[in-house]
Every structure is written in structure tokens, then in C-alpha cells.
């Protein structure tokens, strides 16, 4: 799968995302170094901590089929008001780090940039 059709992948699963609180759908499509593929979508919760970001659900599908690296994941933030590109939040860009992510598709109305992680997340916390 190339990066287009990763972006495309991220902004069809955004359709899935449960966000009755916020009304914000995001979608996330990660590509692993063995060539899989994962989504996920957010999902909130009534309490609302116990909510889940788009990326989070794919690395969590990532990581518990067994993969142990991943190459680039697209973000779309479907319902942003603004044209102004949407990144992916504090929280899972840690998550993120921990997978030797490469690559961040920041998607958009208009397509999407690509990102080194480094970029996004200079001096990330490993031990
Ligand atoms: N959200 C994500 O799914 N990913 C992010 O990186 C930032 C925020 C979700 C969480 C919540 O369901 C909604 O967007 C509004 O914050």
C-alpha cells in the first residue's frame, strides 16, 4: 500500500470513529514493516477519560497481531472546521515513538503532508 492510498485508508475509517461528545471523527492507517496494514478509528466514552484516540486503537491492533515496528501512519482528522492540518495528539505521538514510527501523514481537505517523526516528536522519552 502506498502513502496515497494510506491517506485515503485514514479519512474512510474516520467514518467509523464513535465521538457523540466531541462530534470530532478522527481515522488513523498504519503500515508496518512487514507490509500490514492496521486502522483505527477514536472512540469516546461517557466518562471521558476513558476515551481513545484513532491511533492508539491502531497500534493497539498493531502490536497485539505481533508486529514490532511501524513505518508510517496517516491521520485524518475528518471534521476539522479549519484547513489548517491536524497532528496527532501528545499522548500518541509517545505511543507512537515506542514503535520506531518513521513517518506521519498529516492528513487534510486538500491531501497530506508527510512528516519524519523526528520532526514531530524531537527527543522522545525511551529508557
Ligand atoms: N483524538 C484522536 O483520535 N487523536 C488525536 O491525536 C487527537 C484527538 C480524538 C480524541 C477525541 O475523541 C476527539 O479527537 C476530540 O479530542
Redesign the pocket.
Known amino acids: 500500500m502506498n502513502n496515497d492510498q494510506l491517506a485515503e485508508l485514514a479519512k474512510d475509517i474516520a467514518t467509523k470513529?464513535y465521538?457523540p461528545?466531541?462530534n470530532?471523527r478522527?481515522g488513523?492507517a498504519l503500515i508496518t514493516d512487514s507490509g500490514n496494514v492496521y486502522t483505527g478509528?477514536?472512540i469516546?466514552n461517557a466518562s471521558y477519560p476513558a476515551?481513545?484516540?484513532?491511533?492508539d486503537v491502531a497500534v493497539v491492533k498493531a502490536i497485539s497481531e505481533g508486529e514490532k515496528k511501524i513505518n508510517t501512519i496517516a491521520?485524518a482528522?475528518i471534521d476539522a472546521e479549519s484547513d489548517t492540518a491536524?497532528?496527532?495528539?501528545g499522548i500518541?505521538r509517545q505511543r507512537l515513538a515506542e514503535f520506531d514510527t518513521e513517518s506521519v501523514l498529516v492528513v487534510d481537505k486538500s491531501g497530506y503532508k508527510t512528516y519524519k517523526f523526528e520532526e514531530i516528536l524531537p527527543y522522545n522519552f525511551k529508557f
Open positions: 470513529a465521538a461528545y466531541s470530532f478522527v488513523a478509528c477514536n469516546e476515551s481513545v484516540c484513532a491511533e491521520v482528522c491536524i497532528f496527532p495528539c500518541s
